[in-house]
């Protein structure tokens, strides 16, 4: 039990005893009779004064909570009760929550307390304070509760994949084992693969398009494109198990990321989602894309064992990832044992499903983006295909322009809007002479970050010129589209890669523009985990009129 319930228990007795106490005393002391009239309200009358108990108790202790934390800088509530809520809840329904939170530490500091109902959480776009979050994992550790884990007692991710999992040791084990397959070098020996599969994939999912006429969903076009690169390039099965199925695993996981976060608003919605027929489809496609895990892994397993680990394979890494923390955790490998393994394993398989798709939304939010600006669409385009891609060196040297392109667009539109960490000690120490009492929960927004004016200028136009200079200028932690410090993305060098050769086959052969009508339309959604385009998403392809 929580202690803030404990404290309430505490209070509701201390209340109903005082309760019985006067009772006893208008009996004129006498015990019988003070029986006789608590027998005499039977059950509604106990139920009644207990209710009153907890409202008194509660009432108290949210008075208390207020007085402890009344001295760290926080926005005015909305509600005695229910804190900051009312306004948080109301921007997000207008999908303005992080304009919200910039406005409060514009007003009252960097850093801030805000109240969740009667839970005082904080929030912070001070790059130092981001900086010690992000790096004292002395100090902070991320959160278990993270909306990917389960969808409504399904498990997805769970606690213990190479990205949720809590457990520093563990966290460790599992970075080092999977991190050289991540790395720039390694990228660069896998350059011809994912030009391959990237240029494939493309010609497969075009192969479903009528040139000028189909109006596309780019996020779905570059979702499947997405989970078809994954198929091909980090599972490897005949480029077809996966690969094949890529329209399924895409609707499963747009699904997973859809729902996923709202299982944790409202009794009401949650109820109604629970019944919902969309909902319970994605929970059994969920199921079903775990069993498709296993069997992966089991195929995955005997290739392991029979050839041992290949460097090029990122579920060789996953199995050497999950031996090794076997190893750590020396417990006799029986068959409970082995069963736990592989659910584990299973984990970080279907964590690679969902985190793949980020690539696919960075690709659609730029994508709607450039066609609404045209000179920036031009001489993204021209530089495309006036570009030699036929290795990694030579692709990044002709396509700096799309670089920068797809820069601006993870500054504007990042796909992570916000990370969280939790205190590990009580009364932590924070910069500027703040302090958090007991444990907290902190919270800092790359949105916030990437839309200060403190730290940029006209941080609302779309610029992809500011990053001429790469990160030469730019506040350190004030740009974390893959996050920073030990945890850092490890994908980062993938994605960039991926992106620019889906960018140079989409636009070496194609011109794209909006659907009729839906010129002007662009917005996003940022409501939920990912960032998604909410508008402007249908496009048009045509041939390219200067094909290279």
């Not at 620019?500 to 339309?521: N, Q």
């Amino acid at each position: 039990m929580k202690t803030t319930n404990i404290q309430k228990l505490i209070i509701t007795c201390i209340v109903f005893a005082i309760f019985a106490v006067a009772t006893f005393f208008f009996c004129d002391y006498d015990v019988a009779l003070t029986v006789e009239v608590m027998k005499s309200m039977g059950a509604p009358g106990l139920i009644f004064v207990a209710s009153i108990s907890w409202c008194i108790a509660h009432t108290w202790y949210v008075f208390e909570q207020h007085k402890t934390y009344k001295d760290f800088p926080q926005p005015p509530r909305a509600d005695f009760f229910q804190g900051n809520w009312p306004q948080m809840k109301a921007a997000q329904d207008k999908n303005t929550l992080f304009d919200l939170f910039g406005e409060w530490v514009d007003t009252y500091g960097e850093t801030i307390l805000f109240w969740r109902q009667s839970a005082p959480k904080y929030f912070t776009s001070d790059p130092d304070l981001v900086k010690a979050i992000l790096t004292e994992i002395s100090l902070f550790s991320k959160t278990h509760a993270i909306p990917n884990r389960t969808l409504f007692g399904q498990r997805m991710t769970g606690t213990s994949s190479f990205l949720t999992v809590q457990d520093g040791e563990v966290w460790a084990i599992k970075r080092r084992a999977m991190s050289p397959y991540f790395s720039k070098i390694h990228m660069t020996g896998m350059f011809d693969k994912c030009h391959d599969y990237i240029a494939r994939g493309l010609e497969r999912q075009f192969s479903e398009v009528a040139l000028g006429k189909t109006h596309v969903d780019i996020v779905e076009f570059y979702g499947e494109l997405y989970q078809f690169f994954l198929g091909a390039l980090g599972f490897d099965l005949d480029c077809n198990y996966v690969s094949d199925n890529a329209k399924f695993h895409n609707e499963v996981i747009q699904g997973v990321l859809k729902w996923a976060p709202q299982q944790f608003g409202n009794t009401t919605d949650v109820l109604k989602m629970r019944v919902s027929k969309d909902v319970n489809s994605v929970i059994c496609g969920v199921s079903k894309l775990r069993t498709i895990c296993r069997y992966i892994l089991d195929e995955k397993i005997k290739e392991y064992t029979e050839k041992g680990p290949q460097p090029d394979d990122i579920l060789h890494h996953v199995i050497t990832a999950n031996q090794m923390y076997l190893e750590h955790v020396d417990t006799e490998f029986d068959n409970h044992y082995k069963e736990k393994l592989m659910t584990y394993m299973t984990d970080d398989v279907l964590t690679i499903f969902l985190v793949i798709d980020n690539m696919a939304k960075t690709m659609s939010n730029l994508l709607v983006r450039v066609m609404r600006e045209p000179r920036v669409y031009a001489k993204m385009v021209a530089e495309i295909r006036e570009s030699q891609i036929g290795d990694l060196q030579t692709m990044d040297k002709t396509l700096r322009y799309t670089e920068m392109v797809i820069l601006e667009t993870l500054r504007l539109h990042p796909t992570l809007m916000r990370g969280i960490r939790v205190t590990k000690n009580p009364n932590t120490e924070l910069n500027k002479g703040l302090k958090i009492k007991g444990k907290g929960m902190i919270f800092f927004g790359q949105l916030v970050l990437h839309r200060s004016t403190k730290y940029w200028k006209d941080p609302y136009e779309f610029i992809p010129e500011r990053w001429e200079t790469g990160s030469k200028n730019i506040t350190p932690f004030t740009y974390l589209p893959f996050v920073a410090g030990p945890r850092v993305c490890m994908g980062k060098h993938l994605a960039m890669l991926s992106m620019k050769l889906a960018l140079a086959y989409t636009f070496k052969k194609h011109d794209m523009r909006p659907v009729p009508g839906e010129e002007k339309d662009m917005d996003w959604d940022y409501r939920f985990t990912i960032v998604r385009p909410s508008a402007g998403y249908n496009a048009v392809f045509t041939k390219a009129e200067t094909e290279s």
